[in-house]
């Protein structure tokens, strides 16, 4: 069984520097709908839920030093806490949790796509 691309919806959260554009980037590459959702800006705690309700929701979590040196962000580490408490619904939410620190974009890319080609992920074929 494969999936079937064009129906199954891959929502990508997490906090900022963490690899969520890059990983939509790599799995539209790939033909997968994908979509990068700005929850970590966001106050309504189930937004990435109202407005894209993925099949499968990726949490990617990135270190308070790298998200940092990763976009050369002038914040501290209250900001990013606070990023990680407007994630925390996603996060309790998400299928799967991936810490991106020690990974590279391509590491994470094939992770996820193994994680989609499980049979439990399959979007329904009709």
């Known amino acids: 069984m494969t999936v079937n691309k064009e129906r199954f919806l891959i929502g990508v959260v997490g906090p900022c ?4 554009s890059t990983l939509v980037g790599g799995l539209k590459q790939r033909g997968y709908r994908a979509r990068h959702i700005a929850q970590e800006h966001s106050y309504v705690k189930d937004m990435w ?3 894209t309700n993925p099949d ?4 990617l979590q990135v270190s308070y030093p790298l ?4 976009r050369n962000l002038d914040w501290n580490e209250s900001e990013y806490a606070e990023q990680q408490r407007r994630l925390s619904h996603a996060r309790q939410h998400a299928d799967v949790h991936i810490q991106t620190d ?3 974009p391509e590491e994470v890319l094939e992770y996820v796509l193994n994680l989609i080609e499980d049979e439990k992920y399959h979007a329904p074929s009709d």
Do not use: S, W
């Open 49 to 51: 839920q109202r407005l």
């Open 17 to 20: 520097a963490a690899g969520k």
């Open 67 to 70: 998200t940092v040196e990763r």
């Open 56 to 59: 499968i929701l990726v949490f």
């Open 102 to 104: 020690d990974l590279t």
